[in-house]
């Protein structure tokens, strides 16, 4: 069961997650080709084993708040974001938002290769729900962040990762949405620029924007969060204030 409501809903909780799980089936044999997994299907001889993503995880985000989300690889952390922002469907378990968000899960989501930043700031906006007016209205801004003024008529295909990661993050900023969930999407991008996007991140959360926020680099999310959460394998370690959390997760990986 999914469960959504919308930001007129006057709870002070952003994200609530309740005993939620994710659970994925994997083919327990390689197939080759497609022919051959279309044989094996109608015969019924395709064989799957289940993976438990994520196993009975519950928190509740107030509004105003900003948590990190850490582990090692495999741990489950985009899974999460993935479940909050709907992308994935619980298998068991509710999970609730409150509110608009703005997603910076996939680096170049919404963005077409082969069309220039300029064309792709109105399709990436049109994919977020903006209209042409409004991106019009917000278009130098955007430009003006993402520090891309001499590669507009660049088609994005020949963007470095950073750059697009500076043109994906200055869209979905542009306006100040009720939850914003970054996912690593900024360890591409240049030590400068990640000091920009963390200011940006702080100035939303001071204007009530609640944000998860994903990253391997533990100084960035105690910089920027208040309270953290540490996934291991799927399930929650460890919930409470960031430095708690964060100084424990360090603790084990330095004893490993």
Known sequence: MDKRTDTKNQD?????????????????ERV???????IKLIKRELMFKEFMALRDISFEVK???AWGIIGTNGSGKSTLLKLICGILKPYSGTVEVNGTIAPMIELGAGFDGDLTASENIFLNGAVLGYDKKFMQKHFDEIVEF????DFLEMPIKNYSSGMAAR???AIATVVRPDILICDEVLAVGDYAFQQKCERRMNEMRQEGTTLLYVSH???SVTSVCDHAMW??????RQIGLVDEVANAYMGELTNE
Do not use: T
């Open 231 to 236: 996934l291991d394998k799927g399930m929650v």
């Open 63 to 65: 509004k105003g708040e």
């Open 146 to 149: 993402a520090e891309l003024q």
């Open 12 to 28: 002070s909780v952003a994200v609530r997650v309740s005993h939620a799980a994710v659970r994925f089936n994997m083919a327990s």
């Open 167 to 169: 043109l994906g993050f």
């Open 32 to 38: 080759d080709n497609l022919k051959e997994y279309f």
């Open 217 to 219: 680099s533990i100084e």
